[in-house]
């Protein structure tokens, strides 16, 4: 069982704090929480040995941040990552790095750089899909004013030009006059019909300075019929009263071919919020609460896992953290769901410790992997992020 070890002090969370202040408010809540950690049902996963995939003490940034994670046809692991330069605040310097694993994420190959910052304009979001024919799909932002799509058809070893696709975002401003535009974060999906879905955020803030605001927000879907080589906006998510500055949004399909979006958000409930299309695109459902998904205000991550003779279920992980004093993230869970996401029924925690924004992914085997922003002991700089690899079965184990 790991320890609650972890530093807080540089990570880039939420907003920011007196150094010296934040990481004794850690200190104090983590030491206060850890009792609540033995009322919780959710058994550790005994296994959860993690391996780091980027560190900033080896590679040339100052912070790591923004997972993302898919396994290819081949079986490889690729792993995506905002390499942030002077920081790790959402509008530093960056790149968006990549590394791969061919052996199930117990080796990785040399850092790559898939798309290199432009000025001082960030560029981050990694969004990959894998296409039913083995295309690697990225779509991504810079400056929060345009995205950018590239692709890879040799497993992720060399990647095309980028394409501008913000033609796609800008047929919104007729409806929602954004002035920040996002994909994800995180892997998004193709559809059994061919069509890839990309679930975006955008804001539409007045305030500038120091840089636009992330709110208030909406969330709608952008897609391609085509293999990626055009795009098309869908229908915003209705606007509901209490349910607050939607963003960070993941797309799943789902048995019966709806289309669910997992929905970050800032409402009171504190929990997850859910959406539902026919086709991934139009007709979305006024959103509403998950009771068994708590909202810490940070991405998470979900994805349907395929069994052989059997219904489909569903895995979700975010930062469990309800019954930590002020809800830091940390308390890594990752869930399961054999109903379409109505209840989730097992729970295992993967990283009692620090952790922010995470992804999922799982091979040809059944192996599950998570893929998540942390804070290594005794770092003196800002996030790292590592991978952790789980049982299914063992979470269906705990299913109550």
Known sequence: MKVLNRQFAGMGFGTPRSGTLLALWVFVTLLIGGASYARQSAPVYSDSTSIVVFDPAIHPYSSLRIPALVVSKRGTLLAFAAGRIDSGSDWADMDLVMRRSEDGGRTWG??????????????????????ADGTIHLVYQRDYARAYHIRSVDDGKTWSDPTDITY??????????????????????????????VPVWLAASDVVTPHRSHRPSRIATIYSDDGGTTWKRGALVPDVA???????????????????????????????????????????????????????????????????????????????????????????????????????????????????????????????????????????????????????????????
Request: hydrophobic share 35%; proline share 8%; net charge negative.
């Open 242 to 400: 209490g349910f607050k500055n939607p963003s960070e949004t993941m797309a799943v399909e789902l048995a019966d071919g709806r289309v669910m979006l997992n929905i970050r958000n800032e409402s009171e409930r504190r929990r997850r919020g859910v959406s539902y299309s026919d086709d991934g695109i139009s007709g979305w459902t006024a959103p509403t609460y998950v009771d068994a998904l708590f909202e810490p205000i940070c991405m998470g991550s979900i994805l349907r896992v395929d069994s052989p003779g059997g219904d489909p279920g569903l895995l979700f992980v975010n930062p469990d953290s309800e019954s930590i004093p002020r809800h830091p993230r940390a308390n890594l869970t990752v869930k399961w769901s054999v109903d379409g996401g109505k209840t989730w029924p097992a729970a295992q925690v993967l990283e009692q410790g620090i952790a922010g924004y995470s992804d999922l992914a799982v091979d040809a085997d059944g192996t599950g992997y998570c893929l998540y922003e942390t804070k290594q002991t005794g770092s003196q700089k800002g996030l790292s992020i590592h991978l952790v690899r789980f049982d299914i079965q063992q979470l269906r184990g705990q299913e109550r």
């Open 110 to 131: 040399p850092l790559q750089v898939v798309a290199r910052r432009e000025g001082h304009a960030p560029t981050d979001n990694p969004t990959p899909i894998v296409g």
């Open 168 to 197: 796609a975002f800008d047929a919104f401003l007729d409806e929602y006059p954004w002035k920040v535009l996002a994909p994800g974060p995180g892997h998004s999906i193709q559809l059994r019909s061919g069509r890839l879905v």
